[in-house]
């Protein structure tokens, strides 16, 4: 069993759900502490963070991370226990084995290993650890960058251990995300008896022909690095359960995906100018939980492209598709990010897994675009 694995193992037979930890951080903390990093345990609400560094000078890589997972779902209708990892030939399945505990584990290996032979580096190291980044991701991150700027401390260079990669470990990393912004959107109507229209208002006809041009708008083309804004409803509620009662309100809850050609405060304004011309009486609600972010060609992203095809042997893809992750919260910063991290296919799922191959090469991925960078 190599070390990476075996401490993959060891995380991931942890139950910790969001937003519980478990011990995980004081796993990671022991780890790192052990090679001479200085470590910080900030915990807010129910949420544990782990600020580990290594050296204080400038530039600085942080490797960013959550030890948080998302629930099992059935238990029994996984082939094994989801969180005693088993593995079956090359395949090691269990609940964070994806996502993304093995990413954690090669990180930690790949420091290890960087300073097995009491190597100098031209920099400094950190590790940013969370367990809130699969819940509501208000006590995790977003705080931990908020104590690092009271503190004046500036990440240049950020990877997120995201499972990127799609096909074969490697082939894509993100280099940026969509924005993602939701609205709570409540139609007010009068209620009344179905026989009697007359005297009742209905919010579901009345929002139809407002659905259909929020459906039908172009909000924008995208662009190079971001396909078009996309707008979707998620949940729609209206009724009271029989067929002789017209409704008095409608809730429509949607999100819209967002590329960097369009800005959240354009589509409040296009929405809402939507609904005034429909002469719609509603309240709304907006919850924004990210803003666009690219990391253009530079330092991290060739580091990081030369380190896969050096490992790997292959030409890595950048991509900006997928959902939202913690960089959303680190690029506002002015730093560097990119994710990189195992194969996505069977995240959340049942049965989650990874091809235990992978782990060493992980992890030697990461310890070259640490050599790349900072020595």
Partial sequence: MTATLDLARQLISIPSVTPDDLGCQKIIAERLSNIGFKTEHLPYGEVDNLWARYGDQSPLFVFAGHTDVVPTGPVEQWSSDPFSPTIVGDVMTGR?????KSSIAAMICACENLFADNREIKGSIAFLITSDEEGPATDGTVKVI???????????WCLVGEPSSTDTLGDVIKNGRRGSISGDLTIHGVQGHIAYPHLAKNPIHMFAGALQDLCGEVWDNGNNHFPPTSFQISNINGGTGVTNVIPGELNVQFNLRFSTEITDLQIRERIENILNNHQLEYTLDWSLSGQPFLTPDGELVDATKQAIKSICNIDTELSTAGGTSDGRFIAPTGAQVVELGPINASIH????????????????IYLEILERLLT
């Fill in 96 to 100: 964070g084995t994806a996502d993304m």
């Fill in 146 to 156: 908020e104590y690092l700027a009271n503190n004046n401390e500036q990440i240049d």
């Fill in 349 to 364: 799922k049942i049965d989650e897994n990874i091809n235990i191959n992978e782990l060493d090469k992980l992890t030697e």
